[in-house]
């Protein structure tokens, strides 16, 4: 029903920016919580941020609050991650996922996700 592709990973230096995207399938693309999460080898998957269907409501892990802005284009069926003042221990896969339900920073309440795009950032 809802397809996700993320975009924009890359490597770069400590300190530096990038930009995540994640471009969704569907016409229902704007009722869906979006989230974004991360794996960093052998650890667990791990909260990022959340974005309300509306954009209005927006929460983040206390590890990226400040640096992290998360976002969405309804009429683009976009959802982005803008990364700045990147630390080495950001290094992680990153996942876009879909929530039906109300914004939650509870992986397993997500209903789709993205395959994941590899940051890496070099100290």
């Known amino acids: 029903q809802v397809q996700l592709v993320e975009s924009g990973g890359g490597l770069v230096q400590a300190g530096g920016s990038l930009r995540l995207s994640c471009a969704a399938s569907g016409r229902t693309f704007s009722s869906y919580a979006m989230g974004w999460f991360r794996q960093a080898p052998g650890k667990e998957r791990e909260f990022v941020a959340v974005?309300?269907?509306?954009?209005?409501?927006?929460h983040y892990a206390d590890s990226v609050k400040g640096r992290f802005t998360i976002s969405r284009d309804n009429a683009k069926n976009t959802v982005y991650l803008q990364m700045n003042s990147l630390k080495f221990a950001d290094t992680a896969v990153y996942y876009c996922?879909?929530?039906?339900?109300?914004?939650?920073?509870?992986?397993?309440?997500?209903?789709?996700w993205g395959q994941g795009t590899q940051v890496t950032v070099s100290s």
């Open positions: 974005i309300s269907w509306s954009g209005v409501s927006t």
């Open positions: 996922a879909a929530d039906r339900g109300g914004p939650t920073a509870v992986a397993d309440a997500y209903d789709y």
